[in-house]
């Protein structure tokens, strides 16, 4: 039971994600089938040795995410606000105008966190 509460205990604050909106327009109508969202994410390396962050979805088939510039790399205990673009199919959004979105954060050691987006777009 001590060894499961020091792996939670070690892997709970691994790093904090924390997702923003992008000032300006709520979306982008990129073509006739995909628009796309602006967000910024904060990132906080908590661990003790440098990390690298990739940024996934759980459907790519539908949306896509990426970093804005280059892939994410902290120090241990450094903060950094990343720009995120989200690309998405219309129809996510054609009825209501908004959808969720679920993006998946994963550090070097395999620490993950979930996160989830309003994606905005049109009617």
């Known amino acids: 039971a001590a060894t499961l509460f020091l ?3 070690s892997t709970k604050f691994a790093f904090d994600a924390r997702l923003l909106r992008s000032p300006g327009a709520p979306y982008t109508i990129l073509d006739t089938k995909q628009s796309q969202n602006n967000f910024k994410i904060r990132l906080v390396n908590r ?3 440098e990390q690298v962050y990739q940024l996934r979805t759980d ?3 539908q949306l896509q995410a990426e970093w804005v510039g280059d892939v994410p790399r902290l120090k241990p205990g450094e903060t950094k606000v990343v720009p995120v673009s989200v690309r998405f199919d219309n129809r996510l959004t054609i ?3 908004v959808s969720d979105a679920k993006l998946l954060i994963e550090d070097s050691d395999g620490t993950r966190r979930n996160l989830t987006a309003k994606i905005l777009g049109p009617r």
């Open 59 to 61: 459907s790519a088939d």
């Open 7 to 9: 792996v939670v205990l």
């Open 47 to 49: 661990s003790q040795h």
């Open 95 to 97: 009825q209501k105008g």
